[in-house]
């Protein structure tokens, strides 16, 4: 008796989330941005993660850490940094983010 085969493809994905850059999809499912941030503030954003201190801090110890001899983009380093943080680091970090940005938006307010 013959055994039918099972689909062992992956499920196809929306090819607009396929198009869509990896640090955006690292800040989406981190929850530091929501999904419809555009491209290019979605790419600020992970600007501003990556030159937070406690981010360098957890990036240079991944990199050090790992048996892998070269980490080919800064921003799998970052993923992988943000991976290990706990969920209240997370939320301190969104938080540190997002004061930052208020303040560099007031400095930009011209005085009347």
Do not use: W
Not at 7 to 27: C, D, E, M, Q, W
Not at 57 to 84: C, E, F, I, N
Request: no cysteine; hydrophobic share 40%.
């Amino acid at each position: 008796m013959k055994h039918s085969r099972q689909n062992k493809r992956a499920p196809h994905t929306h090819p607009s989330a396929l198009s869509v850059p990896s640090y955006h999809r690292i800040l989406v499912k981190h929850g530091l941005i929501e999904e419809t941030l555009s491209i290019s503030e979605a790419y600020e954003m992970f600007l501003e993660v990556g030159a937070d201190p406690e981010v360098q801090k957890l990036r240079r110890k991944v990199v050090h850490g790992s048996k892998m001899k070269h980490v080919p983009a800064l921003h799998l380093a970052t993923a992988m940094a943000l991976q290990s943080m706990t969920k209240q680091e997370l939320e301190a970090l969104k938080l540190r983010i997002e004061g930052e940005a208020r303040m560099s938006a007031d400095r930009d307010v011209p005085l009347q």
